[in-house]
């Protein structure tokens, strides 16, 4: 008598992308923990850091170093705009291309943002070292799953 096979079916905890995926649900509610501070969400967080590594880039810029098209990044920027903490012109070279630029009050920001990573630390539990390499892994990770992806 044939036994049937049957295929293994995934296990929730044994899925990288649920790790993955609940890590981030816990970085992002500690991120909300502490940004609650600057009257900051993290998405607009991680446009201020790119505003503060570098002021008056484009739309496209940030677009490609979030990883996000423009039609997802400009709800973001305009709700930042009507906050005071960026500008958004159209370039005079092409006017197809919005600059981004801090104000005052975003620049601002930038000293009370750098309590930020003391804390985070602090919460992983994990030596620079460790999270330094996390990192890395992770680098290699996403660039090996968008190459997969095309």
């Known amino acids: 008598m ?6 293994a079916v995934p296990q929730l905890d044994a899925q990288l992308c649920f790790a993955l995926y609940s890590t981030s649900l816990a970085m992002s509610k500690l991120y909300r923990k502490l940004l609650r501070g600057l009257g900051l969400t993290y998405s607009q ?19 490609e170093r979030l990883f996000l098209d ?4 400009t709800p973001l920027l305009k709700r930042m705009e009507a906050a005071a903490l960026i500008t958004r012109t159209r370039a005079a070279s092409d006017e ?26 602090q919460a992983t539990q ?20 968008m190459e997969s992806a095309g």
Do not use: F
Request: charged fraction near 20%; aromatic fraction near 2%.
């Open 96 to 121: 197809r291309q919005v600059i981004i630029k801090l104000t005052a009050h975003g620049d601002a920001l930038r000293q009370q943002a750098a309590k930020l990573p003391p804390s985070l630390l």
């Open 45 to 63: 967080y991680l446009v201020m850091m790119i505003l503060w590594e570098k002021d008056e880039q484009t739309v496209s810029e940030i677009g």
């Open 126 to 145: 994990c030596t620079a070292e460790q999270l330094q390499s996390m990192k890395q892994e992770l680098e290699v990770l996403r660039a090996n799953l």
């Open 2 to 7: 044939n036994t049937p096979t049957h295929t």
């Open 70 to 73: 423009s039609a997802t990044l």
